[in-house]
């Protein structure tokens, strides 16, 4: 009788743990909450580009106004396939409110539209007067010498 009952004992131990996970579903966990999206648009006001140096490649999007309809195309196109933008590290800024003076647009100086990729070694890898689909992108990126090194590495 005794190895039973310590076997239930035992039993009730063990599932209690998962009991208390199931109790407070309803309530996200500090770290879901802090979950954010990697390629969904930054605005440049929000960031440096200190914070990415040696992490990730930043992507920005210049315009003049919110409403250039190129910022919505190059928007569009970078949505359309996020997996190989993600691949590579790439984070999307978006800076079109040449009034406020970001860090982005004094580092960059952008004129008009414009699409600049950093690498990640704070250099200027790629830069664009007009929108790109993510096939030249992906294209460009991997021909920095950086990108070359991780897909070796990653062999």
Known sequence: ????????????LLAMPGLAQTENTSQPSPRQAEVIDPMAPRAARDVTLEEFLWIARPLIVFADSPADPRV?????MLADRPDVLAER???IIVDTDPSEETALRRALRPRGFSLVIVQKDGRVGLRRPSPRDVREIVRGIDNFALRQEEMQIGQ
């Open 72 to 76: 919505r195309e190059q928007l569009q």
């Open 89 to 91: 590290d790439v984070v």
């Open 1 to 12: 009788m005794r190895p039973s009952l310590f076997a239930l004992i035992a039993a009730l």
